[in-house]
């Protein structure tokens, strides 16, 4: 079955750079949502998308921006880049149809910040 | 979201039933019990939810106490594989709220599967 998808795997960036993060949800599947996992630390709620329009948002720094296309598919834009962004940034995704009850996690990007 | 309290880690043996405890105390009426767990530095994993009556399908069983206070995670038969850090989760199903399903994660238990 298709799962999540997310490139890239890797990124490594210096400071006051840019990066951009993509998820390609499972097909069909309508809601994404962004999670960022520091060192050690737990998954902690980024923002999310349904149907192209934001639906929440958590403790997203205001350097970071995120949408979701018509392809569903979402993109991470991520500018500024401090040490501390370093960590694994996870894509989930969702039918909200279907009540939402499972969330798909990809594999996750390691971003790396120097 | 209700609170939740987990032990910090727990140890099973090859073969045998992994049993992990959750307590969910401030659990609302509404509000649904799920369990995920991550292997080291993947992608988190959905494993199983209920709301009172107790669920099972292929990787677990999920037992919830009458009162709702509580509930129980049963690996039947851990593996290696299931070294895993598991999160109990307590939310409403927001059905209503398309997009409105995001996972609040706790400290979660890790599970150490010896053989």
């Known amino acids: 079955a298709a799962g999540v998808i997310q490139s890239p795997r890797h990124l490594i960036k210096e400071k006051r750079e840019t990066a951009t993060l993509k998820c390609y949800p499972i097909p069909r599947h309508d809601t994404v949502y962004w999670y960022q996992q520091g060192p050690g630390q737990d998954p902690q709620f980024l923002i999310s998308f349904y149907e192209k329009m934001q639906s929440d948002k958590g403790s997203i720094p205001d350097r970071f921006s995120a949408q979701q296309f018509s392809d569903y598919h979402s993109e991470l834009n991520m500018s500024s880049l401090e040490l501390g962004d370093s960590a694994l940034y996870f894509c989930a995704s969702s039918l909200a149809t279907s009540g939402g009850s499972e969330q798909f996690f990809g594999p996750g990007t390691r971003l790396t910040v120097l | 979201d209700a609170k939740t309290t987990q032990p910090p880690s727990m140890d099973c043996a090859e073969g045998r039933a992994a049993n992990l405890p959750c307590n969910h105390s401030?659990?609302?009426?509404?509000?649904?019990v799920y369990w995920y767990r991550q292997i080291h530095s993947q992608g988190p994993q959905y494993i199983i939810h209920g709301l009172k009556n107790n669920e099972t399908n292929e990787m677990a069983s999920l037992i919830i106490t009458e009162d709702r206070k509580s509930s129980t995670l049963i690996l039947p038969h851990a593996t290696l594989r299931d070294t895993a850090v598991y999160y109990c989760?307590?939310?409403?199903?927001?059905?209503?709220?398309?997009?409105?399903?995001?996972?609040?994660f706790g400290a979660g238990t890790r599970l150490f599967v010896k053989a």
């Open positions: 989760i307590v939310r409403v199903a927001q059905y209503r709220i398309p997009g409105g399903f995001k996972t609040i």
């Open positions: 401030t659990i609302s009426g509404n509000e649904y």
